[in-house]
């Protein structure tokens, strides 16, 4: 997954694209704690809006046969 880790202002709202590639085409995509944003997720691409709450998330995207990759969000 591209970008590996981001770190967000939490005073304010940010869009971030992240990217998913190798393994089995058929990604699904979810975070770890749904308070720190929303995630718009459709095959290897997902767009994270933050929301204004600090701490870290972890974003994660699991391929079609199981295998998982993960991103960490931070906003502070």
Do not use: C, R
Not at 27 to 49: K, P, R, V
């Amino acid at each position: 997954v591209s970008p590996s880790s981001v770190y967000l202002d939490a005073t304010k709202v940010s869009i971030v694209e992240f990217t998913a590639s190798g393994g089995d085409s058929n990604y699904t995509w979810s975070l770890s704690d749904s308070s720190f944003g929303t995630l718009h997720a459709a095959n290897q691409t997902a767009l994270y809006e933050s929301a204004t709450n600090m701490g870290t998330a972890t974003l994660t995207v699991t391929d079609g046969s199981g295998s998982s990759a993960a991103a960490t969000i931070t906003q502070q």
